[in-house]
């Protein structure tokens, strides 16, 4: 696999030269400073590009994957501005083809990206991890959010251990909670106040499960077909957390879910993004199955592991210590790349990054975006990359 970073641009604390020391050959960055549903411009894409390739050293770099492109609210709901909307998403496609990576990452989660409820939970070693903790949201939900319906959605114990949990806190400690679900995560939406985040809910009145799912389809088949002209790979990320929160819905949790995916617009340009430590939350999910099954659509990988708690909650373990069975996951994608060589097909090697990273080390003492750390993740990259040598998968030079 190609040894990938995610870098946030120029104002990233966590460098390209931080990035290239820890071995990465692609990068992995977007346009953060578009709004969601905005063209992206070619000057602004090539821009990028030479930042990310055309900097110092002898050791090049290459800007593979676009995290993200987001999907603005609008199409998500179905609202009247979505055709509109959908037209931006496909000029951008075509003017990254023109001019940048052809692999384009997104999700489709409603409102919120990937989501966590603590951003510094400690672990043994005295590093700190990322950690979603389903009492805690469900207090936030319950007596800070106040949503309007929002008991049904818990029962008995839970609303109890989630009134505990929110007289314990302190004045702080409940607009810490607040902030960290709404001030939004690297690559995600911009941050809500309370009320903006009532009104964002209130557009989702209307749309449950299966609204969501004929708008995710309505999307794809208007965008597959610009993304096959173009070149392009669209690979969709899994829901973080993938179960429903506040409300919401969320339909790219499950392995049928993938299925339903792919078979909307069935070309290898609509694709996705195995994200190991989404999909790993839930244990019905057979991950190295997946890949077998889903292998050929698969255009981008996270590896991330992560370790189950009682009730839904999760924190972000080392990357091959955890729920998902790391090795199986590596050699089953090890196994896709072979494939993909004897029958020739593109697609190799195939863009990995180590996703998320524990603070540790000097990492205690610097700044860094939630879940990207420079230490952590060079940790994380290196086990990753032993991982693949010893499976086999990892003996020839990677290059972009």
């Known amino acids: 696999m190609l040894p990938s970073w995610r870098w946030f641009g120029p104002d990233d604390p966590v460098t390209l030269a931080d990035a290239r020391q820890a071995g990465a050959v692609g990068i992995v960055s977007a346009l953060h400073e578009i709004p969601a549903g905005a063209v992206w411009p070619v000057e602004a894409i090539r821009a990028r590009r030479r930042q990310i390739e055309e900097g110092p050293g002898d050791a090049p770099l290459r800007w593979v994957v676009v995290e993200s ?3 603005h609210e609008a199409i998500k709901t179905g609202g009247p501005d979505r055709d509109r909307y959908i037209d931006n998403y496909r000029q951008t496609l075509r003017n990254l083809a023109a001019c940048g990576p052809r692999i384009v990452c997104y999700n489709f989660m409603p409102v919120l990206d990937w989501t966590r409820t603590d951003l510094a939970f400690p672990l043994p070693t005295g590093a700190l991890a990322l950690r979603f903790d389903r009492v805690a949201l469900a207090a936030f939900d319950l ?3 106040r949503r309007p319906g929002a008991a049904r959605d818990y029962d008995e114990p839970l609303r109890q251990a989630a009134r505990d949990h929110f007289e314990a806190l302190t004045g702080a400690g409940r607009e810490r909670l607040a902030r960290t679900i709404l001030a939004g995560l690297p690559g995600g939406h911009a941050a809500y106040d309370l009320e903006a985040f009532r009104a964002a809910l209130a557009a989702y009145r209307e749309v449950g499960e299966r609204e969501l799912r004929a708008n995710l389809a309505y999307f794809l088949r208007a965008v597959a077909d610009v993304a096959e002209e173009v070149g392009v790979h669209l690979a969709i990320h899994p829901d973080d957390p993938p179960y429903p929160l506040l409300g919401l819905p969320r339909v790219v949790s499950t392995e049928a879910d993938l299925a339903a995916v792919l078979q909307a617009a069935d070309t290898t340009a609509n694709g996705l993004t195995f994200c190991t430590g989404s999909l790993g939350v839930r244990p019905e999910n057979d991950l190295p199955g997946m890949v077998h099954r889903f292998g050929r ?3 981008f990988v996270h590896l991330r592991n992560i ?4 009730g839904g909650s999760f924190h972000e373990s ?3 210590a955890g729920a998902v069975d790391m090795y199986a996951v590596v050699r089953a994608l ?3 790349e072979r494939r993909r060589v004897r029958d020739g097909t593109p697609g190799v090697p195939l863009p990995m990054r180590p996703d998320h990273g524990h ?5 205690l003492r610097k700044p860094a975006s939630p879940g990207y750390p420079a230490i952590g993740r060079l940790r994380g990259l290196a086990e990753l990359r032993g991982l693949e040598h010893g499976i086999g998968g990892g003996a020839r030079e990677p290059t972009a």
């Open 69 to 71: 492109v987001p999907v």
């Open 143 to 145: 007596f800070i959010l």
């Open 297 to 299: 659509r698969i255009h």
């Open 307 to 310: 370790r189950r708690e009682p």
């Open 318 to 320: 080392e990357h091959l």
């Open 334 to 336: 090890v196994e896709e």
């Open 359 to 363: 603070r540790l080390l000097d990492d």
